[in-house]
């Protein structure tokens, strides 16, 4: 069982910058593959950036913008997220998939959000 502990929402300004956490359970990394989802009000949950193979893997609208890292030996992936825009305003989700993460994937495992919100 694997498990997901999200961190690091909150509220920003337009055009400022805000880093997520997920702590994933010990021997999550490197057996699953991980990344970032999000959900706005009213809206599908959207893929975000994550891996498929070795490179990591953006959705446009938050390219350039958007980076995630992580880190093997703390089991923990980071969105580092800059530029922000009142549309990036969502519930932010860490997933893990065994066979990888693009906008397509309907994750194995997901952690339980964390509210991101940016003011204009």
């Known amino acids: 069982q694997v498990q997901l502990v999200e961190s690091g929402g909150g509220l920003v300004q337009a055009g400022g910058s805000q880093r997520l956490s997920c702590i994933a359970s010990p021997r999550t990394f490197p057996t699953y593959a991980m990344g970032w989802f999000r959900q706005a009000p009213g809206k599908d949950r959207e893929f975000v950036a994550g891996w498929s193979g070795r490179s990591p893997y953006y959705a446009d609208s938050v390219k350039g913008r958007f980076t995630i890292s992580r880190d093997n030996a703390q089991n923990t992936v980071y969105l580092q997220m800059n530029s922000l825009k009142p549309e990036d305003t969502a519930v932010y989700y860490c997933?893990?998939?065994?066979?990888?993460?693009?906008?397509?994937?309907?994750?194995?495992?997901w952690g339980q959000g964390t509210q991101v919100t940016v003011s204009s």
């Open positions: 997933a893990a998939d065994l066979y990888g993460l693009g906008p397509e994937s309907l994750p194995d495992y």
